[in-house]
């Protein structure tokens, strides 16, 4: 019993060595399970900032040589605009710049940590900003017409040095994050083999742990493995989803531009086609009106009634002429530099300024000219006269006071932009609207700036001002504030040589002599001057034979072979008037024909009209008889001749 009792001491007189050791053991594996989640957790942390890290030092890099190819574009467009002068490619370029722009900020965002990084985009937006304004000028030189210094100067920038500081920056920024990319891989990778070389000396020295510990390495490393895995494929997908968005958002972009331009060319398309038929349509009242106008005169003899019908005569000529100046403004022609009196441009169109802007804006003019002129184009000069005060009315919402005055003004050099000293003709437009800040009125004659809605303007009207009055060695000054509406001034060179010559003023009509006594065939959809047309033949001495559908026209032909001349008008609902002379001169060779027209479109060219006449509507009976002479003078297909009154 002593013997056994002195066995059992150490476990009674003392604690076991097992459980101390189990103590021992609980607690290191307390410690070692402790030591080794909190190694595990900040390698993970470390991991998870180094993989950050990587994907910005990715972007920095993604982003450089994105710019570098944004600002290729925007180049290769400029170059095409160069050459081409085409507008789209002009607004391309101008997109892509500003697109680069919008990628030198996101990579200031990118290295804000890193000073050395910043440095180099500072350098780059400098070369940026400097690559930009000798862009900006070959731009401007193709907008204004300068073609061969655009294209030098775009040969010269294409060796400048601000080219070079950015490629050469964009390369260190890209070599700078290869390297930063480079310690930042190497310091995650040193940090993983310490994280692995701390969890295995801890389940070495956790002894009964090991087992444990190398399964929780092994079920580690696979959930990291697999969580790289993972995240570098969400990576891809995230990647490959930003740039399909990024190709839809550029398509959905270019898709609204091209519509916004096909909405404005079907609507000037729709406008021009509108002006036409009402000039089409007035001019065949004109022809009425003339008509029974002169046939009238031949059969009164008072001569109270002829001072009236030379009156109302008078009244329709220069609706005729109102109607030919409209017609003008659609027509684009060479410059035809000549001697202007600017108030007598100004007050030559009143008429088309009153109906222009409408009875809601009231115009004031003011000639201070002197006898002063200038030399330049009259329709030039009248467009941009007019488009200004387009846009005036515009800024006034279509109502309020419009002013035009003409004067003069004695300049030194650089008093008005870049004007050369000198004496110079005005024209101020001024409104009543509602005015613009500075910073805009610095911006309205940059091409493709516009303040109006989409769709409501192009942004060219006034840049195309400032190219013309440039063109003519001139200036254009602008004085505007919010709330007291806008002032732009024209200065044009003072001309010095001959006045321009008088428009030559139309005498009456003259009584016509009697000639040979014809049939002819009149084919006409307007009832009104089919009868007036009958009428003037009748007091000329000819048979007419009316017809108001040119399906009917072959018919009558055949069946009365005594005709001899054609009268036609040219656009009729079912059949136009070269259609149905096709058929007729197919059939009958024989035929004398003479258009009659109305529509400034339909004297375009000789090759529509086979080499006939035309006649003007609207037309006297002298204009009439002179054009069925020479259409029965010269039936073969000579050039076309217009007889216009």
């Known amino acids: 019993m002593d013997g056994e009792a002195g066995e059992l001491e150490p476990l009674g007189g003392g604690p076991p060595w097992r459980t101390i050791t189990l103590i021992a053991m609980a607690v290191l594996g307390v410690v070692t399970l402790a030591a080794l989640i909190f190694t595990v957790g900040a390698a993970n942390r470390e991991r998870d ?55 030198i900020n996101y990579l200031d965002r990118l290295t804000t940590s890193d000073a050395d990084q910043q440095g180099r985009i500072d350098a780059l937006r400098r070369a940026y900003n400097d690559r930009g304004a000798e862009l900006s000028m070959i731009a401007l030189s193709t907008r204004y017409g300068k073609n061969g210094q655009a294209l030098a100067r775009y040969h010269q920038a294409r060796n400048a040095r601000s080219l070079r500081v950015i490629d050469r920056s964009l390369s260190r920024i890209i070599r700078g994050e290869r390297q930063i990319l480079d ?32 399964l929780l390495g092994w079920y580690t490393v696979s959930t990291l493995g697999e969580s790289a895995i993972a995240r570098a494929e969400a990576d891809a997908a995230q990647a490959r989803a930003d740039e399909l968005a990024t190709a839809v958002r550029v398509a959905t972009d270019e898709l ?30 004109l022809a009425v009106v003339l008509g029974g106008l002169e046939l009238a005169r031949r059969n009164l003899g008072k001569e ?70 200038t030399h330049a184009d009259r329709v030039q000069l009248e467009n941009a006269l007019l488009n200004l005060a387009v846009n005036a009315r515009d800024a006034m919402n279509g109502r309020g006071d419009l002013t035009i005055v003409t004067g003069t003004a004695t300049l030194g050099a650089g008093a008005v932009g870049q004007c050369a000293g000198g004496e110079y003709v005005t024209f101020a437009v001024t409104d009543s609207g509602c005015g613009m800040a500075p910073e805009v009125a610095e911006r309205v004659f940059e091409p493709f700036f516009t303040t109006k809605p989409v769709g409501k303007g192009t942004g060219l009207g006034l840049s195309q001002i ?92 055949e069946r009365d072979g005594d005709i001899e001349l054609v009268i036609s008008d040219v656009l009729m609902p079912r059949q136009t008037g070269p259609e149905m002379v096709a058929g007729l001169t197919a059939r009958f060779p024989g035929l004398a024909i ?46 076309e001749q217009i007889a216009a009154e």
Not at 339 to 357: E, F, I, Q, Y
Not at 470 to 482: K, M, T
Not at 517 to 526: C, F, H, R, S
């Open 256 to 285: 609204r531009i091209q519509e916004a331009k096909l909405r404005q060319v079907q609507k000037m398309d729709a406008v021009g086609q509108l002006t036409g038929g009402i000039a089409h349509d007035f001019n065949n009242m």
């Open 466 to 557: 400032f190219g013309f009055v440039r063109q003519q060695d001139g200036e254009v000054g602008i004085d505007s504030a919010p709330g007291r509406g806008t002032t732009v001034t024209l200065y044009l060179p003072r001309h010095l040589g001959e006045r321009a010559a008088e428009l030559p003023v139309e005498p009456p009509p003259e009584a016509v002599a009697p000639s040979a006594t014809l049939k002819v065939l009149v084919v006409e959809d307007d009832p009104r001057v089919l009868a007036a047309t009958m009428g003037a033949l009748d007091e000329l001495g000819h048979v007419g034979i009316a017809c108001d559908d040119p399906l009917r026209a072959p018919g009558i032909v």
């Open 183 to 214: 310690r930042r891989t190497t310091a995650a990778m040193l940090l993983v083999e310490r994280s692995t070389a701390a969890a295995v000396g801890l389940a070495v020295f956790g002894g009964m742990l090991v087992l444990g510990a190398v």
């Open 594 to 639: 003479l258009y009659v027209t109305g529509y400034a479109g339909d004297a375009g060219g000789a090759n529509e009209f086979g080499g006939h006449h035309v006649l003007r509507k609207p037309f006297t009976l002298s204009a009439i008889e002179r054009a069925i002479t020479a259409a029965m003078a010269d039936r073969a297909a000579f050039p």
């Open 304 to 373: 109270s009634a002829a001072r009236h019908l030379d009156s109302a005569t008078e009244g329709a000529v220069r609706a005729a002429a109102l109607t030919r100046r409209l017609l003008a403004f659609s027509r684009e022609e060479a410059l035809k530099p000549e001697p202007v009196d600017p108030g007598a441009l100004v007050a030559g169109m009143s008429d088309l300024l009153d109906r222009t802007l409408g009875d809601a804006v009231t115009i004031r003019v003011r000639d201070e000219a002197a006898g002063w002129r």
């Open 49 to 103: 900032r180094a993989l950050v890290a990587q994907g910005r030092s990715y972007d920095v890099m993604i982003v450089a040589r994105t710019l570098a190819g944004t600002i290729a574009r925007s180049e290769a467009s400029l170059g095409r605009y160069v050459i081409s002068t085409d507008r789209s490619l002009g607004q391309l370029y101008f997109d892509e710049w500003r697109s680069a722009a919008a990628q």
